[in-house]
């Protein structure tokens, strides 16, 4: 692979989280150059291979149908995600989590605080939130659910208060959860709303 110095931005690096193999989407960590046409492959320079190509990580929206924020819904059938060395599962019947937002009440904003739960796909960037009844199952690997496809996580997300150190908290707890457990883009998809459900 030959590119004029003028056309590449060499010697990059990454430690996740930005890039991922375009050919299998799995997170790439380091050396990195980019195209003038806005294309990324591994390798300090070209010739530095091999050379394979990078993308920025695609993230699906998953809400509710009814939802008016709904970008794009994902319905996939359970026989996608049958692993091929696990001959005992049957190719019907397993539940995919189903996306799902809390009810608040009074108690809750009385409170202060909500616990929101989620699951993200572990071989995709797409994430779906969840209620406390589907975190517990994926949780506890209930046999009814595609439990080895999804990672459930949970946190407290303030919803009253002081409006700014609200925006403040629910940003850092987000980022934590990001950096500490790699959840790429998780940001995006909550469109860094971080005084939803605030009142």
């Known amino acids: ?14 430690n996740g989280g930005e890039l991922v ?3 299998n989407n799995l997170n790439y960590k380091g050396f990195y150059f980019k195209t003038s046409k806005g294309k990324y492959f591994t ?6 291979g091999p050379n394979s190509e990078l993308i920025e990580p695609k993230i699906i929206s998953i809400e509710p149908l009814n939802s008016p924020n709904t970008v794009k819904t994902f319905e996939p059938q359970p026989s996608e995600f049958i692993p091929l060395d696990y001959p005992k599962y049957k190719y019907t019947g397993f539940l995919l989590p189903n996306s799902s ?22 071989n995709e960037v797409i994430y779906i939130e969840i209620n406390k009844d589907i975190h517990t199952k994926l ?46 883009m998780f940001d995006k998809f909550l469109r860094e709303d971080y005084l939803k459900f605030y009142k």
């Not at 692979?1 to 990454?14: D, E, F, G, R």
């Not at 390798?43 to 530095?48: F, L, Q, R, S, Y």
């Open 139 to 184: 949780t506890n690997k209930n046999p009814d659910y595609l439990w080895q496809m999804y990672i459930p996580f949970k946190y407290q997300w303030t919803i009253s208060g002081d409006k700014e150190q609200v925006y403040k908290t629910n940003k850092n707890v987000t980022k934590y959860m990001m950096d500490n457990f790699k959840f790429i």
């Open 43 to 48: 390798g300090k320079v070209p010739n530095d």
């Open 101 to 122: 937002q809390p009810q608040l009440t009074d108690d809750d904003y009385a409170l202060g605080e909500v616990t929101r739960y989620f699951c993200k796909k572990t």
């Open 1 to 14: 692979m030959y590119y004029p110095k003028s056309q590449i931005t060499t010697n990059l690096y990454t």
């Open 21 to 23: 193999y375009i050919n």
